[in-house]
């Protein structure tokens, strides 16, 4: 189970891809966006996320009920206001890639719509990221799955139908490279809907490799998940939550992220192989093992017996498993006390 993508292969033979999702913490100001890009790098996180579109790509311009948000976080917006504010203009999107080209961290968009898709094509994007919300776009996904670049895709809210649905619409294009991630769609998300244990089942469903995209406060999601096996982790991200954008308040700060993306490096190590047998750094511990010592002097031909031999620390005698075995048999020697037991000191 493998993504190739760009010079990287994502697997959970490694440690996993970190994607810091901007989103709308930019909030309006490039020159915040590059800090942030910047940040970003500065943290580990591997590749920095965007989201192409406008709110007339995204909804109408209406006050109607329906495009009403009446809870959660966006609670009194109407759609069209949230994405004017949260959306990021296209124009800057050219200039963004290059400053993560020259830093090295890898660039990333959401398209929400085939114009969007048409405009990051003509930046030369190497892959695409397919949002929760967007996976029952069939269309949109057939579109961007034409394209023949890898594709990593959100599973938020989403029933195992729509996943493959959704997955058999990338393949019917002819593109098998894709990953997908475990996702709750609420903002913030919280632990008892998160229900990490999928990514397991994911990956023995679609044999694919599987990664969270991660709205929890903190980062006891994204090391769980680690160790289920998740080899991409998303998380939003932004310079300080002091600076208050639609998604600030459960994003990540450049700290925050350093820490985490230093811990689901040590899981990922802790983890390590299927394996069995002392480590390198083990062996030294080897000789802490118990063995047999003799415990008071013993004459040549003396019976060995529980009162003058017994199995402690350290290893240098003979191991414990032949205790019985000796016990009754004669010394070929004259053996003094605090000395390990050897094969040669008992009468054959």
């Known amino acids: 189970m493998k993504l190739n993508l760009k010079n990287k292969i994502i697997s959970d033979e490694f440690s996993p891809y970190v994607i810091a999702e901007m989103s709308a913490n930019h909030n309006h100001d490039i020159s915040l966006a590059k800090n942030i890009i ?19 790509t995204m909804t109408l311009n209406s006050n109607k009920e329906y495009f009403k948000i009446k809870d959660g976080t966006w609670k009194g917006n109407n759609l069209y206001d949230l994405y004017k504010k949260a959306y990021m203009p296209w124009e800057w999107q050219k200039e963004l890639k290059k400053e993560c080209e020259k830093l090295g ?32 776009d069939i269309p949109l996904i ?9 594709i990593i895709m959100s599973t938020g809210m989403s029933t195992l139908k ?6 058999d619409t990338i393949e019917s294009q002819g593109n098998k490279n894709y990953a997908l991630l ?35 406060l903190g980062d006891l999601a994204a090391i769980i998940a680690t160790s289920l096996g998740a080899s991409i982790i998303e998380k939003h991200f932004c310079l300080t939550r002091n600076i208050k ?14 820490n985490m993306i230093k811990k689901i490096k040590e899981v990922k190590l802790a983890l390590g192989d299927i394996s069995y047998g002392p480590t390198e750094n083990e062996k030294k511990s080897l ?18 017996s529980e009162e003058n031999i017994r199995i402690i620390r350290p290893s240098n005698g003979i191991e414990p498993k032949y205790f019985e075995k000796i016990i009754g048999k004669k010394a070929s020697v004259d053996i003094k006390a605090s000395e390990p037991l050897d094969w040669n000191f008992i009468k054959k």
């Open 105 to 136: 961290i890898d660039f990333l968009s959401t398209p929400f719509d085939k114009t969007s898709v048409d405009f990051l094509e003509n930046l030369d994007v190497e892959f695409y990221k397919i949002a929760s919300f967007e996976i029952v």
């Open 182 to 216: 475990k996702c709750s769609s609420a903002y913030p998300s919280v632990s008892r809907d998160m229900n990490l244990i999928c990514i397991n089942d994911l990956k023995k469903i679609f044999n694919k490799p599987v990664g969270l995209s991660d709205h929890t």
């Open 162 to 167: 729509e996943i493959q649905d959704a997955v």
């Open 38 to 56: 910047y940040a970003a790098k500065e943290s580990g996180a591997d590749c920095i996320k965007f989201q192409t579109y406008t709110p007339d």
């Open 287 to 304: 000789s802490f093992r118990r063995s047999i010592f003799v415990t008071k002097d013993i004459k040549k031909g003396e019976i060995f």
């Open 245 to 258: 954008t639609p998604d600030s308040s459960f994003s990540m700060e450049p700290k925050e992220l350093k």
């Open 142 to 150: 057939r579109y961007i799955a034409s394209k023949k670049k890898p």
